[in-house]
């Protein structure tokens, strides 16, 4: 690197998630120091922690670097903030000063250990140029708020989850552990976001729906009551991805149907870490409905469920969807092989009752999969 004499660097990725092997943590301090000098427009960094200390201290010249618009931080890294001592990058007021000095930052990933920061009450992403944010949140003890700042987003993925190893019984809590609240100015320009979240305050986060066209959630068993309010009209959302392991599932598809008038793909799943936990939806389709959603009779062109068991309320919602979906052009059927509820000739009768089903459009092509 020092040889390297190139006027501009534009990325600079390191990947040590399996020990430095040769290199120390002044080579890295120096490559990234090297880097800003050349108008660095990417780092991405994955330091994992040596058995010699746990983490790599950067440069503070990285923090004033005005060139810089995607960041990518993971695992053993300090910050050297000006006017601060040193402190894991989880901290928000080193995140805080870090992000401020990053005026054209646009693509900024963040995995917090809320483990090894369990003090951190608030954690603020503050970014006016920010478009594109990936949270991977592990909550400590004292995580009480998510505060977003970030008028320019286009892309929000977000993910919480509880540190494993954490104790608490001999903490003495003055709020509720299962759940944090959520803030957010308006973001007039996000398309997209993923949200996997067991503690989300669902009733904030709700307003950033109505702005997106691509919708990707697993939410709390309450969620649907958060989401539901008189009047709203999600008229921009074109792709729903709706993940089917909480309790209430269903309940919460029945209102995007219903709120999504211009909706053109949905997708039921299971994702990968929650296939244990999957519920029956216990929605019975002709009840909950006494209408048929707009969306199905004028727009949804694709449907998919992936990881479906084969119970009869599962199969009673895809011949609601199959009879009621006027303008649909796909419909794949992944069935899990591995834990079905049903036997081998019990899955071919079944494929046999789908395909013969009635169906609303007439130029639907109808799939089925074994998953392995």
Same mark, same amino acid.
């Given at each position: 690197?020092?040889?390297?004499?190139?006027? !501009?660097?534009?990325?600079?990725?390191?990947?040590?998630?399996?020990?430095?092997?040769?290199?120390?943590?002044?080579?890295?301090?120096?490559? /990234?120091?090297?880097?800003?000098?050349?108008?660095?427009?990417?780092?991405?960094?994955?330091?994992?922690?040596?058995?010699?200390?746990?983490?790599?201290?950067?440069?503070?010249?990285?923090?004033? *670097?005005?060139?810089? !618009?995607?960041?990518?931080?993971?695992?053993?890294?300090?910050?050297?903030?000006?006017?601060?001592?040193?402190?894991?990058?989880? @901290?928000?007021?080193?995140?805080?000063?870090?992000?401020?000095? *990053?005026?054209? %930052?646009? @693509?900024?990933?963040?995995?917090?250990?809320?483990?090894?920061?369990?003090?951190?009450?608030?954690?603020?992403?503050?970014?006016?140029?920010?478009?594109?944010?990936?949270?991977?949140?592990?909550?400590?003890?004292?995580?009480?708020?998510?505060?977003?700042?970030?008028?320019?987003? $286009?892309?929000?993925?977000?993910?919480?989850?509880? *540190?494993?190893? =954490?104790?608490?019984? =001999?903490?003495?809590?003055?709020?509720?552990?299962?759940?944090?609240?959520?803030?957010?100015?308006?973001?007039?320009?996000?398309?997209?976001?993923?949200? @996997?979240?067991?503690?989300?305050?669902?009733?904030?986060? !709700?307003?950033?729906?109505?702005? !997106?066209?691509?919708?990707?959630?697993? %939410?709390?068993?309450?969620?649907?009551?958060?989401?539901?309010?008189?009047?709203?009209?999600?008229?921009? %959302?074109?792709?729903? $991805?709706?993940?089917? *392991?909480?309790?209430?599932?269903?309940?919460?598809?029945?209102?995007? %149907?219903?709120?999504?008038?211009?909706?053109?793909?949905?997708?039921?799943?299971?994702?990968?870490?929650?296939?244990?936990?999957?519920?029956?939806?216990?929605?019975? &389709?002709?009840?909950?409905?006494?209408? /048929?959603?707009?969306?199905?009779?004028?727009?949804?062109?694709?449907?998919? &469920?992936?990881?479906?068991?084969?119970?009869?309320?599962?199969?009673?919602?895809? $011949?609601?969807?199959?009879?009621?979906?006027?303008?649909?052009?796909?419909?794949?059927?992944?069935?899990?092989? &591995?834990?079905?509820?049903?036997?081998?000739?019990?899955?071919?009768?079944?494929?046999?009752?789908?395909?013969?089903?009635?169906?609303?459009?007439? @130029?639907? $092509?109808?799939?089925?999969?074994?998953?392995?």
């Amino acid at each position: 690197m020092p040889q390297h004499r190139a006027p !501009v660097i534009e990325s600079l990725r390191l990947n040590f998630s399996y020990g430095y092997k040769g290199s120390t943590r002044e080579d890295i301090r120096m490559w /990234v120091a090297i880097a800003v000098t050349r108008f660095l427009r990417e780092l991405s960094l994955d330091l994992y922690p040596n058995f010699e200390s746990q983490t790599t201290k950067l440069p503070s010249s990285l923090y004033t *670097c005005k060139s810089l !618009v995607i960041l990518k931080l993971e695992e053993g890294i300090l910050v050297d903030v000006p006017r601060t001592t040193c402190v894991t990058y989880a @901290d928000q007021k080193s995140l805080h000063r870090l992000l401020s000095s *990053c005026p054209v %930052l646009e @693509d900024l990933f963040v995995k917090h250990n809320g483990c090894e920061s369990e003090h951190l009450e608030t954690f603020s992403v503050i970014v006016p140029s920010l478009q594109r944010l990936t949270l991977k949140m592990c909550r400590g003890s004292f995580f009480q708020a998510l505060v977003m700042n970030t008028p320019s987003l $286009k892309y929000f993925k977000f993910t919480d989850y509880t *540190c494993e190893h =954490d104790d608490f019984s =001999d903490i003495d809590f003055d709020f509720d552990y299962n759940g944090y609240s959520f803030y957010s100015d308006d973001m007039p320009k996000l398309e997209e976001m993923e949200v @996997d979240s067991t503690y989300l305050d669902t009733e904030n986060f !709700v307003s950033l729906i109505t702005y !997106v066209m691509r919708l990707s959630l697993c %939410l709390p068993d309450q969620a649907e009551k958060a989401l539901y309010r008189e009047g709203i009209v999600l008229s921009q %959302l074109r792709h729903l $991805k709706l993940c089917s *392991c909480t309790i209430n599932w269903s309940k919460l598809l029945v209102l995007f %149907l219903k709120d999504s008038p211009n909706l053109q793909e949905l997708v039921v799943h299971l994702t990968n870490d929650h296939t244990d936990i999957s519920e029956d939806p216990p929605v019975c &389709w002709e009840n909950q409905l006494n209408c /048929v959603p707009g969306c199905l009779l004028s727009s949804l062109g694709t449907f998919k &469920w992936i990881g479906i068991y084969g119970s009869q309320k599962e199969l009673d919602l895809v $011949k609601f969807v199959l009879r009621n979906a006027c303008c649909l052009k796909t419909a794949t059927i992944l069935f899990r092989s &591995w834990d079905s509820a049903l036997e081998e000739d019990e899955l071919e009768m079944v494929i046999q009752d789908l395909s013969l089903s009635s169906r609303g459009s007439k @130029d639907v $092509k109808l799939v089925f999969v074994l998953s392995i």
